[in-house]
C-alpha cells in the first residue's frame, strides 16, 4: 500500500479539535455489469419499425439504451441512479383497447416494472427532457410484503413474472411466497391517476418451499381471461421437487382469487430444475430446464398427474462436469423442414432423424385433443425457438414443436471460437435478450417470430464478467445423424467497451503515474484494464520531407500551416540555418518539398508566414523585412511580390512577428518585435563591451487592403520596452485588438490597440503620436510575487482565456512553470483602452520540465488565428487552450470563471516529448468536438498530424496476462505492474496454483514470469524500495497454502494452513536483441546501430522466504528497515538484515481474528479485522544504542464486528476503513493520551463489496480552484479512491461544512418533493438513499451522496430546479450563504431573484464537485 507523505493533507484541516469531517461521495467510474434487462418500445414517439429499446441495470444506475440495426451495436440514451439492486426489469404491454395502449401508440411509451431487493416495486416511464433528451421517471412505487402486513420482515425477492398480455405482474422470492398483483388499466384520465396503470388486488400464495422458478404460461385463445402460473418448488417436508399450478381470473366484477390447481412430482431421475420457459407459440405448455436436460411440458399433463415428460438431454462438458444453463431467451418461431417429421409419423419412428433422448422409451405420448392432433398434421411444424446460454459459454438453440419434440443446436461452443477472441470472457453471463430476426429480402430485423428458414436471428449477451455482445445466428441447419447436436454459423458483432465495459471481478486496484490499473475477467481470460482520464488522441499521420528536409539537421523551433490556392496544405519549418517549406501533393496524398515557395524563403530567417484574410495574399515576416506576395496568379513557376511593406533600420532586427485581424472591420496589421543597437553616452570609453545597449520595442504596421505597384515604407505605431522581448502574441477579443509581450526580465506587457485606431481605416497611412494615449498598457511583473527565481524562470508563451464575465492570462515559462494570473474583469466587455483591469489572482502549478507553449483551439479556422502557433478567433475560441510541456493538456474556462486543465492520452511515445502544436486549420475536422493538430516531435523532430478529441473521456483498454488476475503493484520507480494471478486448472492440475508477471503497462509486454506451488495463493503483493549504497527493489510477496479436507457429511472443503513470506528483487535485465526494422519517419530518424543493441528488461530475482503457521494475508514496511507482516491470527515486524539478506523477527502481537489489511503512517500501523473493524498499533524500535527492545503493542481498537477489506490513515488522526459489505466509515483516534476506543466520525453505504482503498487520482490535470473543496495546501493526496466487486470506481472528497450544509438541505428537499415529482429519487425506502443491502445497525453520517445531487443539475429542467429550490427557505438560505462566502458576490444583481441566484450557486457547486471527482 502507498504510505502517506508527510505534508498535511486535507483531511487534516478536517479534523482537530471540533473531531467533524464532512466528505462528498460520488461514483466516477460506473460498473458495466449488467444484472438485467428488457426489450421493448419505452421511449416516446416510438413509431413502428424503428429500433427496440433497453432498459438495463447496469451496476447502481437504471441505463436506457437504443438498439441499433443488425449488427450496428446499441447507444447510450440516459441514465439515473438507483439506491437498491435492481433484481429484475419487465416492459409491460398495454391491453389491446385500453386507452393506456392510445396514449402509448401517439405520446408514450411502454411503462417499465423495476424490483428492488430492499423490496421496492416501481414502474417507471421515460419521457423528453429539455426537448432533446430523454430521462428515466418514476410514476409509483410500492412495497412486497410478501404475506407481512407490516414490513416487518422483508423477503428474499428473485425475480417478476409478467403475464403475456400484462394483466398480471408476479413477485417471486426465494423461499415460500409469490405475490399476484393484478394491473388496472382502466382509464387514469377518468380515475385522476398520473400513471396509465394503478396496481390493483394484491395477493399472496404461500408454496411451502424454496422456489426454483415460476413463469405464467402463453393462455388459450378460448380462455383469455384465466392466468396458469407453474412454479417449480422443492418441498421442505417431503424434500422432493414439486411443479405447482395455479389459477386465477380476470374478472370484471368481484375480486379475484388464486387457486392451487395441481401438484405433480418430479421423475427420481429428473435433476433439479434451473428455468421455467413459457412458450408464446405453444399455449399452456413450457419448457423445463434442468441442470442437464430439458423437458417439454403441458398443464394438462401436470392436471392429470402424467410424469412421462419429453425429455432431450444437453450437451455435457468434456470433462463431465455440469453445465448449468444460466441464462435464456425465447427467439419467436421457424419453419420445421419436412423431413424432421410429419403429422402422421409417431414418435417412436423418428429415431434416425430426431436426436434421440436416452429416457426416450419411457416417453408416452400426452392425450391431446383430435382437433389438434388433425391442425398439426401437416407437411412442415411450426417451432418455438429458445436460445440457452450454459455456464461454459455454450450457446445452445431449441426449437420446440407443437407435437413433443425439441431439436437441440450448438451454435457455439465457447466465446473463444467467435471473430473477437481477445475480448471474450469463460461464460455468456446471466442476461440473454432476442432483439429480432432479420429478413434476408430486405435486411431490416423485426422483433418477433418469423418464418424464414434462411433469416438470422440476433440476439444480446451480457452479465458478470462479460462485456456485452451482439450475437448473430445464421438460420436452421440440416442435422446430422451421426451427432447429438447439430452447429450452426454464429457470428459476434461486436463488443462494446465504449458502451457497457464490464470490469467485474474488481478485485485490486492500483494508481500508477496518471493511470489506474485493475485486476479484471475470470480464468482463464483475465486481464489487467488500464484507464486513462482525459483528451483522446489519435495520430493519424506521420509527415516527413523526401528531398531536403533532412538537410538541416537543427531543430524545427517554429511551423505554419496554410492552404494556398490550387495547392493545398502547406507546412513551413523554420529551423537554426534554413527554412522548409513542403506542401501535400492532392493526387498521392505525399508530403514533398514545395520548390516555387522554397525561394521566396531561401536565405531568410522567417518569424511569420500565412495567408493574410483581407488580401488572400501571402504574407511573409522575416528578421529584415515584411513582404507580401501573390498567392493568385504565378508567373514562371514563381511567386510574384506584390509589396514590401517595412524593411530593418540600421542596426535593428526583427525578432518576433505576428498578425492580428480585426473582427468589426476585417483590416489586419503585422505586429513586429524589434531589437535595435543604441550608443550609450560619449563619457563611456568606445572599446568598453557595453558601450552599446539593446533597445526593445513593438512596432505595428497596417497591411492596405489593395497593393499599388511603388513600394514605400509603411509608418507605424511604436512602443519601446527596457527589457528584450521573449514572446509576442496578438488577441482578437470582441471588437479589440490585444497584443501580449513577454520579457527577459520577466515582465508581461498586455497592450491594446484602441478602438479609434481600428476604426481610422488601415489603408490609410498610420503614424504613432507623440502621445500613446491610443495604447493601454498593462504591466505585470512576474519577477518577485509570482516567480521566486528569475533564472531559467523566462516568459516563453501567453495566452488569453476569455467569456463575457472573467479573463484569465495563461503565462508559460522555459522551466515547465504554468502561471494563472486572473484579471478582475473580463476583456470582451467594454473598451478595454478605458477600462483598467488588475490581477485579482495568481496560481503557479509545474506541468513539465520543457518550455511551455500554448495552442488555441477555435470554431473557425484562419490562418490569421496563428502567431507563433496560436490560434484564436472572437469569443468562442477564447475559451480553451492547448498547453505543451513535454506532454500536451487542454485548458478550459468554465462559465463559472474557473479554468479545468486536463491531460491528453493516446497512442505511441510523442504524447511525452512534443515540442509544439499547430491547428490544422485547413482540415476538415471529424465532428464538433474533435480538432486537428500538427505536432513536432522533441527527441526525432517528426512531424505528426494528430486528432484530439476536445470533451474528456474515460478510455479503458485491457492488458491480457492469460490468468485470473487476483493482486497488482505499481513500482514506483520503473513503472511496471506485478501481477500475482491464478493460472488455469486442468484435470492433471486440479489445485489451484499461483504465478507472479512483470508487465510493462505501455505495451503489455511480459518481462518476467514465476510460479509458486501447487495449491498456493498469493493474498499479499507489496513493494518494498531500500535506498542506501546499493539501492533494492523487493516485491514482497504473502501466500496460503490451502489443502483439501472431506468428511463423510459435509464433503470436501479447502483450508489454508500455512503460508509463506517470500522476497524478491525486481532487476534490471539486459539483454541484446537483433535492430528493428524502422517502420515510420519517427524510427528512421532515430540512430540504429548495424549491430546488436542492448534492450532493458526486469526479472525478478528469488532473495529470501519464510514459513508461517498461518495464511500471510497484509504486508506493510516502515521505511527502509522493517517489514509488517498480518500472517494467521498475529501481526509481527521483520528487520531486513541487508549483510545477510533476511529478515529477522523483532516482535509479535497476538489478535482475536486474523488479520486483513494493513497501513503505516510514521510508526502507527492500522489494522484491518477479519471481524473486529479495525486497530491502531505502535511499533517502537529499539534506542541505537542497543538499550530496550522492540515493542509492538495496540494502543486504539474499534471492534464494530464488521469484516474490513482494507484501511489507510487519511491523517494523523484520522482512519478509514472499507467493509466486504459495501460500507465506508472513518475512525477518529482520540485526543487524549490514554483512551482505547476509536471515535465514529462518519461512514455511508455503498451497496456493493468493497475491496480497496487507494489515495490520490489517475487524473493528470492542474489544480481546481473549487473553493468548496478542503484542498491541502499540495494538492496531493485529496482524493480517496474505493472499488467495488463489480467494477465501479468511487471518488471521496473532504468538503467544507457550508457546502455538506447545502448538499444534505437539497437532498431533503429533493425527498420532500414526493414520487410525483422528477426530483425524487428512484428505489429507494420511504425515500431514504441509504444504498445497505441489508438492514445495518452502522450509521450513515458525515458523508453526502453525489448522485441526487447530481440529478439536480443533470436531470431537472429548470422549472422542476425553481421548484425544488423554492419548497426549502433554509435550502435557499444555504445557497445565498455558500455565494456570499466566494468570490462570486460581483455576480449577484442590485435587485436578486434569491431563487434563480440559490440555483446558479447550487449548480455551480456541483459542478465543480463533479469535475473535482472526475477520474
Known sequence: MLDFATFATAWDASTGSTRKVRAYLKQTLNSGLVKCAALGKVRPDHSDGEDLDMLAAVGSSLCLFRVNGPGMGITNVCSAPVYSNVLDIVCLHAPAGTQAQVSINNDRGELCAVLSENGVFALVQIERFNTEGYRIRLLSEDRAYMGLEDGSCLRILRKLVLDPLSRVICLVSWLDYIEFVHLDWSDSESTGRHCPVALGVRLNVEVGGAICDAAILAPAKAELQRVLLVAAVVDSQRQSVFLHLYESWIRPVGSPSVVLLAKLPLPFNMTTPVHIVSLPEHPECFLLVTENEVAFVSALQILSGDVYFYRQQLPQLPDGDCDLVKAFCVAGTTVLPQSYTTGSESPHSRRTTVPRSPLLDIWREPSLSEARRSSEAVAGQMAQKVYLATQSGALLLVSVSSRP???????????????????????????????????????????????????????????????????????????????????EAMTLIRHGRSVLANQSPMIDFVLGPYMAYWTSGRNPDGAIHRAQFGHAICVEELIESRDSMAEDKAATFQLWHFALPSVGPCLVLQRAQTAVAIAMDLETGEWQVYQELQ????????????????????????????????????????????????????????????????????????????????????????????????????????????????????????????????CLRSFTLGDNIYVAVGTYEPRLHLLCLGTELVSMGLDLPLSLPDNVSDVDRMDVDCSESVVPSRASQVINDIYILCNTDTCCILVGLRDGTLLQLTLDGSLVAGTAAEERRHIANVTRDVVGNTPVHFAGVSATASALEDSENIANSGIDGARRAMIVAGSLFLADLKPSGQVAITACFGDGQLLDRTRFVLPATDSVDLDSNTKRYYAVDDASDAISLLSIDLEPQCHIDELAIGCEPRRVICDSETNMLVVAGVLPQSPSAPSPTSCLTVLDPHDGQIHAECKLRPGELIHALETWHIHGPRSYRYICVGTGMYTSTSDGRSGSSTRAKSGRLIIYNLKTAKRKSRPKTPTSPMSDRMTISGQSTVNSGYELKYVWESEREGPVLALAHLGDKYLVVAAGSSCLVLKLDVVQRRLIECCEIPLRFPATSLHVRESDIVVGSQREGLHVLRFTPASVDGDGYDELRMVHSARYGVHTADVCYLSNDLVLGVSNGGYIYAMGIPSHRGEFALDYIMGIHLGSECTRIRQGSPVRRLRLPEQSLAWSASNDDSCVLINTVDGALWTLLSITDDAFMLLRQLELAMVAMGPAHAAYPLLTVCGSTCRARHESKLPVAGVVDGAISTTFVEGLTEAEQHQVVQSSSELQRLALLLLANSNHQSQCHAEPDNVQIAVESITQLIRGLGQACVC
Open 405 to 487: 419434440l425439441i431439436l437441440l443446436t450448438k451454435v457455439c461452443s465457447t466465446p473463444q471460437a467467435t471473430e473477437d477472441a481477445s475480448q471474450a470472457r469463460a461464460s455468456w453471463g446471466d442476461v440473454l435478450l432476442f432483439l429480432g430476426t432479420e429478413d434476408p429480402a430486405s435486411g431490416v430485423v423485426q422483433a418477433g417470430s418469423t418464418t424464414s428458414v434462411s433469416a438470422s436471428d440476433y440476439l444480446f449477451a451480457s452479465g458478470d464478467c462479460l462485456d456485452h455482445a451482439l450475437i448473430r445466428v445464421s438460420g436452421i441447419s440440416t442435422p446430422d445423424t451421426d451427432m447429438d447436436t447439430t452447429t
Open 599 to 726: 525561394q521566396i524563403l531561401a536565405g531568410r530567417c522567417v518569424l511569420f508566414i500565412g495567408v493574410v484574410e483581407s488580401t488572400t495574399s501571402l504574407l511573409c515576416i522575416s528578421s529584415d523585412r515584411v513582404e507580401v506576395w501573390s498567392t493568385v496568379e504565378l508567373s514562371e513557376n514563381r511567386f510574384e511580390r506584390l509589396l514590401t511593406l517595412t524593411t530593418a533600420r540600421s542596426g535593428e532586427v526583427y525578432t518576433h512577428g505576428v498578425v492580428a485581424t480585426s473582427l468589426q472591420s476585417g483590416h489586419s496589421c503585422a505586429i513586429l518585435g524589434v531589437e535595435s543597437i543604441e550608443g550609450r553616452p560619449t563619457s563611456a570609453p568606445s572599446t568598453d563591451k557595453h558601450s552599446q545597449q539593446r533597445q526593445s520595442s513593438i512596432r505595428v504596421i497596417a497591411i492596405p487592403d489593395e497593393f499599388g505597384t511603388s513600394e514605400h515604407e509603411q509608418t507605424a505605431m511604436e512602443m519601446k520596452f527596457a527589457h528584450e522581448i521573449s
